[in-house]
């Protein structure tokens, strides 16, 4: 298992076209759709402050698909199938890879999060160019473990990882956040477009930790 430690985090679900998920999703995972033809992009950034290869920034581009039922207790939450991810350092890159096989965006990332007046900005940048430009709210603070399933592929295998946050956070659907993402290399699977401009639910995370237990094949 692989455990670090963030201080920031957000989680931010906005609807895409199901055109693009269903390209950018492998034949055995389907997207969930919260209306026809409107499935779910989300969007994901982390500041972590302690890991097995030290403190890194990361953000990471996916499709909501539905979870599986497994052996947990409790069951998961949620779905995702992560489709590229960026990060601010090669030992991070290399270390997200081997522990998610997830793809890699090969170029450090920029990663900024600004805390004002009830608001989190994260602005993220690659190679001087600007990627996404994401603002979540506040609403009231809880904490809790949270259980998720990643699904990835390597060649033909299907894989998934058990992923637990665990940390304060703060979550609603009042729609108040908002997101402008840039034509760059990490959203070039996406037709721009498409996405909603606002998210339906928005997810803000502080001092608390990500475990991702081994892949598994399906």
């Known amino acids: 298992m692989s455990k670090a430690y963030f201080t920031t985090g957000v989680s931010a679900l906005f609807e895409m076209a199901t055109a693009d998920a269903e390209r950018i999703l492998p034949s055995h995972l389907q997207p969930i759709e919260v209306r026809p033809q409107r499935s779910i ?35 998961p939450k949620a779905g995702f199938y992560p489709f590229i991810a960026a990060t601010s350092s090669e030992t991070s890159r290399a270390h997200l890879y081997e522990r998610m096989r997830v793809p890699m965006h090969p170029e450090n990332l920029d990663l900024q999060l600004i805390e004002r007046d009830g608001e989190l900005r994260i602005r993220a940048w690659a190679e001087q160019s600007p990627v996404v430009d994401l603002t979540v709210t506040q609403h009231k603070w809880h904490s809790s473990t949270h259980l998720l399933h990643s699904f990835t592929m390597d060649g033909d295998r299907r894989l998934k990882a058990d992923v637990q946050i665990h940390g304060r956070y703060t979550m609603h ?46």
């Open 41 to 75: 992009l989300n969007v994901t950034a982390f500041h972590f402050r302690e890991s097995e290869v030290g403190p890194y920034a990361e953000l990471i581009l996916s499709v909501v698909v539905p979870p599986l039922i497994g052996r947990w207790r409790h069951h």
């Open 173 to 218: 659907e009042h729609e108040r956040g908002r997101i402008t993402l840039f034509d760059h290399p990490i959203t070039s699977m996406l037709t721009l477009d498409e996405v909603a401009r606002y998210p339906f639910r928005e997810h803000w995370l502080k001092e608390g930790y990500e475990l991702v237990h081994p892949l598994e094949s399906l």
